[in-house]
């Protein structure tokens, strides 16, 4: 019998039979000696299980990039779904947690708050993929200098998603921006004085859960691993700065607000279905209802109006 099993079956007969004497019945939440190695051991386990997000991410990661999936699924999103009843959107969370999960912990900044006491030098890393979501808004080099703040400034030394996500949005609150001295490769923002993708008019505010993307409105997601926003801004047609008088500009539809309650569930499959199409929510909604106005006979529209 596998050794959790076999403690979990045992532990009732420890509660009903503690190993000390001494133990009165008062003292009944005390643990006994083998009650205490079993929950260690419970725990233990729970740890391992809860840390092996990043290697399912890197696992998910080479699946995509080397379409090890081809052979029976046309598409890495038709392979999760199908194989492991996992939405896009949870695979690139998943492999988004495991490239920050290895920046940080070869990029750690060892700072003595950062690691724990003990006999042995261990590095505080995140415990779970919800701890680096937040982070996934910020460059390589912030999500060090972030995370080495939320482990020096965790309550009572307790890392928590919710203090990841509070540090981050200060971060964010801040205007903080890639650091220009580092080599951040493709992955920075230009300033405003610069030609790029960023200050185009077309360029959308929203900001795509993938940090190495951002959204256009004119031709949906674009990835900043291809191309940074000076080249794509050098070399693009459409490109037009968002300072530029109205008159200069490309016209855009008018547009109004309409807000709109649906059903929680509904919100993952919209964002991948937008993501899929390559557009933002909003444009990705708007088309779809533009073609159910079309697919709709305008006699029944008429005939509702009239009623």
């Not at 079993?38 to 290697?55: A, D, G, I, N, P």
């Amino acid at each position: 019998m596998p050794p959790i099993l076999s403690s979990l079956d045992n532990s009732n007969q420890h509660r009903q039979a503690p190993l000390h004497d001494d133990i009165s019945e008062d003292s009944e939440d005390v643990l006994t000696t083998a009650e205490a190695e079993e929950f260690r051991y419970l725990e233990t386990r729970v740890e391992e299980c809860l840390k092996s997000f990043w290697e399912i991410g890197r696992a998910l990661a080479r699946i995509r990039d080397e379409r090890l999936y081809r052979e029976n699924y046309k598409t890495f999103e038709e392979y999760c779904m199908t194989r492991w009843e996992m939405s896009r959107r949870s695979a690139y969370q998943l492999i988004d947690a495991a490239v920050i999960y290895k920046n940080i912990s070869e990029n750690i900044i060892d700072e003595p708050d950062n690691v724990a006491y003990g006999r042995q030098s261990i590095k505080v890393l995140p415990a779970n993929e919800r701890q680096i979501r937040p982070l996934v808004a910020l460059s390589p080099k912030q999500q060090q200098e972030a995370w080495n703040e939320v482990v020096s400034t965790a309550p009572n030394g307790k890392v928590t998603a919710v203090h990841v996500a509070c540090v981050v949005n200060e971060y964010r609150r801040k205007g903080a921006v890639p650091n220009k001295k580092s080599n951040l490769d493709n992955i920075y923002i230009e300033t405003e004085q610069t030609r790029s993708c960023w200050n185009c008019s077309y360029c959308s505010k929203e900001l795509p859960e993938n940090p190495q993307s951002f959204y256009c409105n004119k031709l949906g997601e674009l990835s900043l691993l291809e191309k940074n926003g000076n080249e794509r801004g050098a070399e693009c047609q459409h490109w037009n700065h968002r300072n530029t008088p109205a008159d200069n500009k490309s016209q855009q539809p008018e547009t109004f607000n309409l807000n709109v309650q649906l059903p929680s569930h509904l919100q993952p499959l919209i964002q991948d279905a937008a993501r899929a199409s390559g557009l933002i929510i909003s444009e990705w909604v708007a088309k779809a209802i533009q073609e159910a106005l079309l697919a709709t006979d305008v006699t029944d529209v008429t005939d509702l109006t009239d009623n």
